[in-house]
């Protein structure tokens, strides 16, 4: 098989990053971005590698019986929603499928049940937080390739990064979302407003940053742009109150780094608080969150609630257990489970994180939490050495996608925790990890649930429970 050969076959199965899975009598592997399980395709080799291909569709000949129609115009250009052109149960099946071949293939871990993945309440406008770009460089299908339209405001393109959908409605955040969407880009769009060049590093607007409350309708609009613009932030501001009466504040933050991060380094408030609340309930009671402009929260609301109340749940907390939250970001699991046990401490490398999480304990008056700002490698050092914290008897891990540190996996793999809860937006980088810690010989997995944070992603969160032997 070589590089631009075509092939007819049938798809079988979608990798972890949703491409679809075929194989060759011989068993030879071939991924094709666009198909799905059930499809019988006819493919072109695009790469060649010793083990697999690499190739795109030419032709569909056969859908599955589990292709739907998408509801997004933009599916299968922007690459928000990967999946949604596959039933949702499926979804569900994929994402269970994934997580298991992680721990067996990756972690080695073979005597494993992995339970179904937990559904998401809601399928479509799900995500509280969306952040869109601003750009020269517009993305056009064939139909549209005689347009000179050249100010966009919308999503990227997969493997195109500089280059924007203009989005009119997307189906991850809500109806008004979308409609300040629009309305955002034709105001600037009309003012021939200048958008920020990574060439040049100049230009006025650099981003759009949308967050909605689920449980205290809450509205936040944040425009990240170079600098400041009273005049037109102004006229802006009295737009939106005016048409939008939802929106509950307005921010102009500005950023000034050359990298295109959705971050403001200082902020403006026009009107409202300059942040919004939002509430997580578990058994016992319910907790207030404050969100600033640049604070990390959980997207799918509705989910988080039910992650966190399986991840106390793994732990077993009772009143006088002492735990320790590590990248507790700002307090949200720390917070959650607070009521539920004796003592809370939390660690975390970002600065702005931890000063949130102290704003949300002293906002739910939770005596019984503290936050430290450490790197978590050097915190984890003193665990097994240091005297203040040998009264810990669980701990709950929520790292970034690439995992811990090897020499954070050694430190848990000798420690004396009752339990340990792992809770991971990668389930190769966590099977890799729980690898390390049970070889240790003191852990064994306990407890997995897949819960779907994400629904028509290929994404999956995953909590694991590891108990000592």
Sequence with gaps: ?????????????????????????EGFVIFSESTLPGDTARLRIMKRKKNYAEAVPLEIIKESEFRLKPECAAFGTCGGCKVQNYDY???IEFKTQSVA??????????????????????????????????????WREKADMESTEKFGLGLHVPKFHSKIINIDACHLQSELSNAILVFT??????????????????????????????????????????DYNEDLINEYSGEIKARFPAVTTLVNSYSRKKAQIAFGESSDTLFGEGFIYEVLR????????????????????????????????????????NVLDLYCGAGSISIFISAQVNKVT???????????????????????????????????????????????????LDPPRSGLHPDIC??????NFEKICYISCNPVTQARDLKMICEGGKYRIEKIQPVDMFPHTYHIENVVSLIKV
């Design 89 to 91: 149960d499926k979804q």
């Design 185 to 226: 880009r034709d105001f600037f769009r009309k003012k021939d407003i200048s958008i920020y060049s990574t060439k040049t590093h100049e230009g006025y607007l650099r981003f759009l940053i949308i967050r909605q409350s689920k449980n205290t309708n809450d509205v936040m609009v944040n425009l990240v742009t170079y």
């Design 101 to 138: 071949d992680a721990f067996k293939r990756i972690g080695g871990f073979e005597d494993l049940t992995i339970p179904q993945t937990l559904k998401s309440g809601e399928v479509f406008f799900y995500r509280n937080k969306m952040e869109y770009s601003f750009s020269n460089d517009i």
């Design 346 to 396: 939390g660690a975390e490398l970002v600065a702005d994180a931890i000063e949130n999480a102290k704003e949300n304990a002293e906002l739910n008056n939770t005596a019984n939490t503290e936050f430290i700002l450490s790197d978590i490698k050097d915190f984890t050092e003193t665990i097994n050495s240091s005297d203040e914290y040998i009264h810990y008897n669980k701990v709950i």
């Design 282 to 321: 578990n058994k016992e009671k319910e907790f207030k969150f404050k969100i600033s402009p640049n604070s990390f929260f959980q997207t799918n609301t509705l989910q988080a609630e039910k992650l966190f109340s399986i991840a106390a749940d793994f732990l077993d907390l009772k009143k006088d257990d």
């Design 1 to 25: 098989m070589k590089k631009g050969e075509e092939i007819v076959i049938d798809v079988t199965a979608l990798s972890s990053e949703g491409k679809g899975i075929s194989k060759t009598e």
């Design 410 to 415: 050694k430190i848990l793999a000798e420690s």
